[in-house]
């Protein structure tokens, strides 16, 4: 499984725990049990999962300040906020190049997203990457 793929268990898991309005370990653990992948893809799935729900309300706060002075994060579709917190974790946290992340959230956003999506995620992540000055590193 590669980067992009463990990516997109990410990112399904992180929703579906959301939507169940559920994010303990045992969650976590009852997903990936049953997902079929390698001990080495679960435990790195797992382990980028607990950050991003540990990271929430961090990330939510980068969400809200990118956005338009009228916007609120809860008018955000579940799965534009998923697919921003894994971006914003991966060009924060894991310090992974902000051209990679943005790229693999807008083909999240095409994939999983509304017509307005991939549009809508690549502005709030260029506006991420522009006000921490992270183009220049």
């Known amino acids: 499984m590669n980067k992009s793929e463990i990516r997109e268990e ?3 898991l992180i929703y579906s725990l959301e939507v169940q309005k559920c994010e303990s370990e045992d969650q976590i653990n009852i997903y990936l049990e049953n997902s079929g992948l390698s001990d080495k893809e679960k435990n790195k799935i797992k382990e980028d999962t607990i950050k991003i729900i540990e990271l ?8 809200e ?3 338009k002075s009228e916007w609120k994060i ?7 906020t998923t697919i921003l ?4 974790f ?4 894991k ?4 051209k990679i992340s943005i790229n693999e959230a807008v083909e999240l956003a095409k994939k999983y997203g509304e017509d307005s999506s991939a549009s809508f995620v690549n502005g709030i992540l260029a506006s991420i990457v522009k006000e921490n ?5």
Not at 85 to 88: E, H, Q, R, V
């Open 10 to 12: 990410i990112f399904k």
């Open 56 to 63: 929430e309300k961090d990330l939510n706060n980068e969400i």
């Open 65 to 67: 300040k990118n956005l």
């Open 74 to 80: 809860n008018r955000i579709s579940k799965i534009n």
């Open 85 to 88: 917190k894994i971006a914003i």
């Open 90 to 93: 991966e060009i924060t946290y």
């Open 95 to 98: 310090k992974l190049p902000y």
């Open 133 to 137: 000055n992270l183009a220049e590193e």
